[in-house]
């Protein structure tokens, strides 16, 4: 069959992206609809089957305390991509908007705004989680708070970048001329113009996210055990790492997966959305 869409088709011809983009489609599948296929609670204990191998009952073994490893990854699954979309939706929504407002407005507001993102640029992003979640205080939806607040500063200066190589073309000053509102001129003139470098850095920033969330709950401040979450999981396994390595070789390679999988989707839709990137 041919493809006659031009991005799709290049898209395609990276065999490394599109393989990543079937895993990573397979992972939200069985992430969100495997719980319904699992007969085990992920946080009930179960003293007797403590540190259990592989088997029909337990495809991946049991934990410390005898929970089902495939089980809590799945349930982990939930709680980890699902606080990353969220993180990247709230840096997303909150940097486009100070983006677009500052770029094409300018003046104080924009100068203002500027050095703030600069100042907070300077910052580690991880760092910026930590500091947000300890006053928002631990728990999933307050990492998640936490992971957007750290990634507004990459999304509002990419959005600004692109506003300012665009607004001062022609055909925006020809919009301007005819008398068009800001808001349409914003929505229909310029912001279709920066679309793709935005769809790509939320696809790149997913894996981000996802290990920030991981990191936090690994340190105690993010989700809570008994949740199940990939990041907490590693850090409740790693006292029995030598006796049973399953409970955290698995959740890490999970993140390890996602990770590769956002890394390369992202690579292969930079080079189909802008072609200057592939020359």
Same mark, same amino acid.
């Given at each position: ?27 939200? /599948? ?9 007969? *085990? +609670? ?13 088997? %029909?009952? *337990? %495809?991946?073994?049991? +934990? +410390? ?17 699902? /606080? !990353? ?13 100070? #983006? ?24 580690? !992003? ?12 631990? #728990?999933? @939806?307050?990492?998640? @708070? ?69 990191? /936090?709950?690994?340190?105690?401040? #993010? ?6 979450? %990939? ?7 790693? =006292?029995?790492? =030598? ?5 955290? @070789? ?17 690579? #292969?839709?930079?080079?189909? =959305? ?6």
């Amino acid at each position: 069959m041919k493809i006659k869409n031009k991005k799709l088709k290049i898209f395609l011809s990276r065999k490394i992206s599109v393989i990543a983009a079937v895993i990573f489609i397979i992972m939200l /599948l069985v992430v969100f609809v495997g719980p319904f296929l699992s007969p *085990h +609670d992920p946080i009930r204990m179960d003293a007797g089957n403590r540190s259990q191998g592989v088997s %029909w009952s *337990h %495809w991946l073994g049991t +934990d +410390d305390i005898g929970r089902d490893i495939f089980t809590r990854i799945i349930y982990g699954g939930q709680y980890s991509i699902g /606080l !990353a979309f969220l993180g990247v939706s709230i840096s997303l929504v909150l940097g486009l908007t100070l #983006g677009l407002s500052s770029g094409y407005y300018g003046g104080i507001f924009d100068a203002a705004v500027s050095r703030f993102i600069d100042f907070l640029m300077s910052v580690p !992003a991880f760092l910026i989680a930590i500091v947000s979640l300890t006053i928002l205080g631990s #728990g999933g @939806i307050n990492s998640a @708070i936490a992971v957007g607040i750290s990634g507004i500063p990459l999304f509002m200066r990419i959005t600004r970048s692109g506003v300012l190589a665009v607004k001062d073309m022609d055909y925006v000053r020809s919009c301007r001329m005819m008398g068009l509102s800001d808001s349409k001129i914003i929505v229909t003139h310029i912001l279709p113009g920066i679309i793709p470098l935005i769809i790509v850095t939320s696809t790149l920033q997913l894996g981000t996210a996802l290990l920030t969330v991981s990191a /936090l709950s690994f340190l105690g401040i #993010g989700v809570n055990p008994p949740t199940p979450e %990939w990041g907490s999981m590693m850090a409740t396994a790693r =006292l029995f790492v =030598l006796s049973s390595p399953r409970a955290t @070789i698995i959740p890490g390679s999970a993140i390890t997966l996602f990770v590769m999988c956002t890394s390369l989707i992202g690579d #292969g839709l930079r080079d189909a =959305l802008d072609p200057k990137s592939r020359e």
